[in-house]
């Protein structure tokens, strides 16, 4: 399974962005987990959404409840992040996780994840 992060960008505080993550190569079994970490500079990584590869089940980080969705796109073979009402704090490199034995109580950590996408810089102005 190959994922590739595509969207980030440069965007002032209040605006919105919409992250890609591009699935290829083998499919991805309907109950994995595909997640969205963040990390900015000199801190660790961060998790911020995940959903079910079948399109259920979403779980949101705090500092993501109600600005960011995550969503799954069926023809894309993809999981996209819509963030809206970004605030400088959002600035960090996101990227895309996914992993087919990731228990519920496990989504928010990164080593439960086995497939991993290379980032994609959001960077938020004020």
């Known amino acids: 399974v190959q994922l590739q992060a595509c969207g980030g960008g440069l965007v002032q505080t209040g605006g919105s962005l919409r992250l890609s993550c591009i699935t290829s190569?083998?499919?991805?079994?309907?109950?994995?987990?595909v997640s969205w970490f963040r990390q900015a500079p000199g801190q660790d990584r961060e998790f911020v959404a995940a959903?079910?590869?079948?399109?259920?089940?979403?779980l949101y980080a705090d500092s993501a409840q109600g600005r960011f969705t995550i969503s799954r796109d069926r023809a894309k073979k993809s999981v996209d992040l819509q963030m809206n009402s970004l605030k400088p704090e959002d600035t960090a490199i996101y990227h895309c996780?996914?992993?087919?034995?990731?228990?519920?109580?496990?989504?928010?950590?990164?080593?439960?994840?086995?497939?991993w996408g290379q980032g994609t810089q959001v960077t938020v102005s004020s």
């Open positions: 996780a996914a992993g087919e034995s990731v228990i519920l109580s496990n989504r928010r950590t990164p080593n439960a994840y086995a497939y």
């Open positions: 190569g083998r499919t991805l079994i309907n109950y994995a987990t």
């Open positions: 959903i079910k590869w079948s399109g259920g089940s979403t």
